[in-house]
């Protein structure tokens, strides 16, 4: 009589296959009933879930899904990439401002700038000194690099 239960309620389970670009190093589906993970999907009943999936250098993604019979069995996400932190130290150290492919931009609160990934001109000006302008490399995805100026 158990045997027959569980391979119903197997049998009565939605088949949710997720792809998550890049690959997340953690997944989860929660909800109730409990998703399973059974290979490279998930068997899942009707109900709300909520998906959560983490990797270094990217935002969490967290997304409710409502599966329901008929309805999408696969789910497509990216998750988004962390901006670099660029760190300036000016010698001697002034008051500056940092124009990022020549818009104004604002540190953050530990005193570096959020740049997303790619190359960029940055310049660098403050009273009584000459601009410097410069090329860069941001890493992105977190990380954080180091410039001086002096």
Request: charged share 25%; aromatic share 8%.
């Amino acid at each position: 009589m158990i045997a027959l239960r569980v391979s119903c309620e197997v049998l009565l389970a939605l088949r949710v296959d997720l792809r998550i670009e890049p690959t997340p190093e953690q997944l989860s589906l929660g909800g109730l009933p409990p998703a399973v993970p059974v290979w490279d999907q998930w068997l899942a009943w009707p109900g709300n879930y909520r998906l959560r999936a983490e990797r270094p250098g990217y935002f969490p993604l967290e997304q409710r899904l409502e599966l329901r019979r008929g309805g999408p069995a696969e789910y497509r996400f990216a998750l988004r990439e962390r901006p670099g932190v660029v760190r300036i130290a000016l010698e001697p150290a002034v008051p500056f401002r940092l124009l990022l492919d020549g818009q104004v931009l604002e540190p953050g609160a530990g005193g570096g700038f959020a740049i997303p990934r790619g190359s960029h001109r940055l310049r660098v000006e403050s009273e009584r000194y000459l601009p410097v302008e410069q090329e860069l490399e941001v890493e992105g995805l977190g990380r954080t690099q180091e410039l001086a100026f002096r």
